[in-house]
């Protein structure tokens, strides 16, 4: 799974998106009483909020490190993801199913379904937009890895919880459409409650899937296996190293990984020649992976008994 930043170009994309289609859902809601409208709409800004928070969580990652922070700010993305997946759940899925409950327990026949029909459908228009944008940018970035396994593996919240958010949009409109369409054909209006405690299922689902990703990456991730193994093929391949032990890596944000290596030298070599290899290491280190923004190397007697083939 690439590592490499994305541009924000697809978070603003969403947010345009999410703002009109929320204030064409409010309109829509007023006129019609639809309570699965409504919860549509409270969706969609928290929808546009979010994007917010993220392209606010991208800039906040990007400070440089200081004083106070000498690995840098690169949490910060994972934070506000955190933050996210929290707002999907408790303003997202927790309006919806209470929206959906008051509807059932006090129902109110909709009027004017034609007009929540028109909003849906330009509204599932729009969110198909964002979603493909969304879906191009997280399918370049996955390569050869599989859609679910792109997601676990995933150092860049904002790709995947576009996708994820997007997809549960698009869903609630159809879910949305249809408790409409029920009621309307019945002349129950408690469908139109129940598709609102759907919809919020739906989003308290795709929230549980954000805030555990989330939730990983914000407590420290490793970086790519493949990567580590490099790594230690590459220290131990350098004259006068004797074996690599641990290799410790963790993404500090989608493109900062910070790696430590316990390495046995040649006890038969000075401190200087040792020195000397440390800046080899170093300088080959960021010429071959840029992911790789700090490198330190542990010298260590018998490191190799702390490696892999010692488990």
Known sequence: MSAVAHSNRTLWIAFAANMGIAISKFGAAAMTGSSAMLTEGVHSVVDSVNQVLLIWGRKAARRPADGNHPFGYGRELYFWSFVVAVMVFALGAGVSIYEGVIHISDPE???????????????????????????????????????FEAVKKSKDPPGFIVLLENGAAMFGIIVAAVGLGISQLSGDPRWDGAASIVIGAI?????????????????????????????RAMVVAQGGVTGVGEVLTVHSSPDQVTAMLSVDFDDHISARDVEQIVDRIEQEAASRYPLVKRLYIRPRSGATDMGPAAK
């Open 203 to 231: 989003l308290g689902f795709t929230a549980f899937i954000l805030a555990v990703e989330s939730k990983q990456l914000l407590i420290g991730e490793s970086a790519d296996p493949e990567l580590v193994e490099d790594l």
């Open 109 to 147: 026949p909709a009027v004017s379904p034609i007009v929540a029909y028109v909003v849906l459908a330009i509204a599932f228009l729009l969110e198909g937009g964002s979603t493909w944008s969304a879906f191009t940018e997280f399918r370049d970035a996955k390569g050869r890895l599989g859609w």
